[in-house]
């Protein structure tokens, strides 16, 4: 148990070598590090949220099948690209973004149905979109705050985006429902 701890840690946070230069930015490095750890979870999430709305995409059937496709089309390709923005800003404070399923899955949020076997229906992909972009919603506003309070502007205009985009996204997911 203490192994699977250890690598949980070294999977949330990873700062620069000692041989990297100081990093002096106007933000205390205990808050850099509380930020950039806040927007690894920010990231799983994203990313676990844009590979279900890809598989979704992928696996979409039934009577509103042209109109899903193109919808998840859209959301997935915007995620894919906020994607990067995210991990960027973590490197920019100073600490390795995280990278892979194993670290994603400690991470995020949101978590994945280990006996699904088939694609859910249509209503029930668009009922976990919805909880899925509410997600991120609650994961970045949480990491907004320490952001704010830290005076770290980028942060904040970061994370505004991505909640605009995500509370847009939940709500005309959730308008499929009504």
Not at 10 to 29: L, N
Not at 39 to 63: M, R
Not at 117 to 131: E, G, K, R, T, Y
Request: aromatic share 8%.
């Amino acid at each position: 148990m203490g192994k699977h701890k250890a690598d949980k840690k070294a999977a949330t946070i990873a700062p620069h070598a000692d041989a990297s230069p100081r990093i002096d930015i106007g933000i205390a490095a205990d808050d850099r590090r509380k930020i950039a750890e806040g927007l690894s979870h920010v990231l799983a999430d994203a990313f676990t949220l844009y590979l279900k709305t890809h598989n979704f995409h992928w696996n979409v059937s039934g009577p509103m099948f042209n109109s899903l496709h193109l919808m998840f089309e859209t959301q997935y390709t915007e995620q894919w690209n906020a994607l990067d923005d995210i991990a960027e800003r973590i490197r920019a404070l100073g600490y390795h973004a995280p990278g892979t399923y194993h670290a994603f899955l400690q991470l995020s949020s949101i978590k994945e149905d280990p006996d699904l076997i088939a694609p859910p229906a249509w209503h029930d992909m668009v009922a976990q979109l919805v909880d899925g972009n509410e997600a991120v919603c609650r994961t970045a506003r949480r990491v907004l705050k320490l952001a704010d309070k830290a005076g770290d502007d980028p942060t904040v205009d970061l994370l505004t985006q991505r909640l605009q985009t995500h509370e847009k996204y939940a709500w005309m997911l959730r308008a499929l429902l009504e």
